[in-house]
């Protein structure tokens, strides 16, 4: 129960990250990939902060950190850049659809096994979510579909390399700082102004500092408990989780669909677990 729990508090991090860039950007003055940059850079802050506190090395070297910072830096950027042409609807089924399947290719893979149930499961889970997501949505353009399938490949790349980090802070920090260099490297090549107004940069900071720097912490440090297909199902309860929090603080309806969806994901979930 109290590894569930922890799972539990996770997935509701990952959502309010979705709610705290909705707001951040929701003035019109913040553009996403300044929010997104703001974002990691005061995650790594606060993560090596906490990391010097604690009298553990930074984890800047090797193979695994190449693959996590790399793979974060892939699903920061892409999930920023798709973001600008996407509905969230669409974008939100890509993108947790594309880190189930990247899971799901690489257990396969590694010929661990994938029981029955967690296929129906998942498979279950997705339809929820398109039932969910899609209804309204216009058609995604083709770049940025393709800019979220690499951010789904990249946060699926990430939750996996999780699984073998013997420090869960230390290697947190050291994904957030690599990845930090590379998004200023991207704002660099980036054509066009960007800014970011007083209030999108506190949502950015909290995002920045709780719910993605601790939030992906917690991750890390719970995810070598966890099958890596259980890992990638439970992602599938996120954007369910991100409607209820715009509900609570931005105003959005309740509706039948979302009961009735929301009812199919869970389901789907509770399924694989079986």
Not at 46 to 58: D, E, F, G, N, P
Request: proline letters at 4%; a positive charge; aromatic letters at 8%.
């Amino acid at each position: 129960m109290k590894l569930a729990s922890l799972v539990a508090l996770t997935m509701v991090a990952f959502a309010a990250n979705s709610v705290l860039n909705r707001l951040g950007v929701a003035d019109g003055m913040t553009d996403p990939v300044s929010f997104a940059a703001l974002r990691l850079f005061s995650g790594a802050l606060a993560l090596t902060a906490l990391v010097l506190a604690s009298r553990r090395s930074l984890s800047l070297w090797g193979r695994s950190r190449a693959i996590g910072a790399g793979s974060l830096a892939v699903y920061m950027i892409g999930f920023s850049l798709a973001y600008l042409t996407l509905d969230a609807g669409v974008g939100a089924l890509i993108l947790f659809g594309g880190v189930q399947i990247t899971i799901f290719v690489v257990v396969m893979m590694r010929g661990e096994p994938l029981p029955r149930a967690r296929w129906q499961g998942a498979g279950l889970a997705m339809i929820g979510l398109a039932y969910l997501l899609l209804p309204g949505a216009a058609a995604p353009d083709f770049g940025g579909a393709l800019l979220m399938g690499a951010a789904a490949i990249g946060w699926g790349v990430y939750t996996l390399v999780g699984r073998t980090e013997p420090d869960a802070l230390a290697a947190t920090a050291g994904n957030f700082i690599i990845a930090t260099l590379a998004m200023g490297a991207c704002l660099l090549l980036l054509p066009g102004a960007h800014q970011i107004s007083p209030s999108g940069a506190v949502y950015a900071v909290i995002s920045g500092v709780v719910t993605s720097a601790m939030g992906y912490a917690l991750w890390y440090r719970l995810l070598p408990q966890l099958e890596a297909s259980i890992a990638g199902i439970a992602q599938l309860t996120v954007p369910v989780i991100a409607l209820v929090g715009g509900m609570l603080f931005l105003g959005e309806a309740v509706t039948l669909s979302f009961v009735l969806a929301s009812a199919l994901v869970l389901g789907g979930v509770a399924w694989s677990l079986r």
